[in-house]
């Protein structure tokens, strides 16, 4: 389960499964098994284990805060630049 404390009490991260369709933003072999997608208005992240995410836009704004749960997890955003922190991974994502 998705644990979110969204800065705007409207963005929420959910729990999806099934195969992931999108572009793949990281390697999995270098980033610990984390695996950061991108599709239409969404950011999804495949994680073996518990993590810290964090999603900023590009100006610094705390968009999205949560704890996520081993799994698939998606993020919909409106369009724009993202910078989304997992544990020690820092990736921009564009919508």
């Not at 950011?43 to 900023?56: D, G, S």
Request: charged residues 20%; positive net charge; glycine residues 10%.
């Amino acid at each position: 389960m998705a644990i979110s404390s969204p800065s705007s009490g409207k963005v929420q991260w959910r729990e999806v499964s099934g195969d992931i369709q999108g572009k793949c933003l990281t390697d999995s072999r270098t980033t610990d098994g984390i695996e950061i997608y991108q599709r239409s208005g969404t950011i999804i992240i495949k994680t073996p284990h518990t993590i810290q995410v964090k999603v900023f836009t590009i100006l610094g704004q705390l968009v999205s805060q949560a704890t996520l749960q081993p799994g698939t997890s998606e993020l919909r955003l409106k369009r724009g630049i993202y910078m989304v922190k997992v544990g020690n991974i820092t990736q921009k994502v564009a919508i």
